[in-house]
């Protein structure tokens, strides 16, 4: 593969992966016991630490590219695996 390739995957890994982590460890105004901005969301953060979200999403992103990699190596998952109706043919 080349890593031209290799840099576009990633990066769909790590913004696939931002989807993944953001939900994680949010705590609203009111959980937090702050008060609210006039005019702000319910379920608005009280405190986000972008920094943290990156080396959180950066290290989940890097795990599963990790294991793409190896499933491209190895083969374990394939696409004729996946066939569960028995209609393809074997690629060669």
Same mark, same amino acid.
């Given at each position: 593969m080349q890593l031209s390739s290799l840099i576009a995957i990633y990066a769909l890994f790590w +913004?696939?992966?931002? $989807?993944?982590?953001?939900?994680?460890g949010v705590r609203t105004a009111d959980e937090a016991g702050v008060a609210k901005v006039p005019g702000q969301a319910e379920? +608005?953060?009280?405190? $986000?630490?972008?920094?943290?979200?990156?080396?959180?999403?950066?290290?989940?992103?890097s795990v599963l590219f990790t294991l793409f990699l190896l499933n491209a190596h190895f083969g374990w998952v394939t696409a004729e695996s996946l066939d569960f109706f028995g209609g393809m043919k074997p690629v060669e």
């Open positions: +913004a696939f992966s931002i $989807f993944l982590v953001l939900p994680f379920s +608005a953060p009280a405190v $986000f630490k972008p920094w943290r979200t990156v080396m959180r999403v950066t290290i989940v992103a």
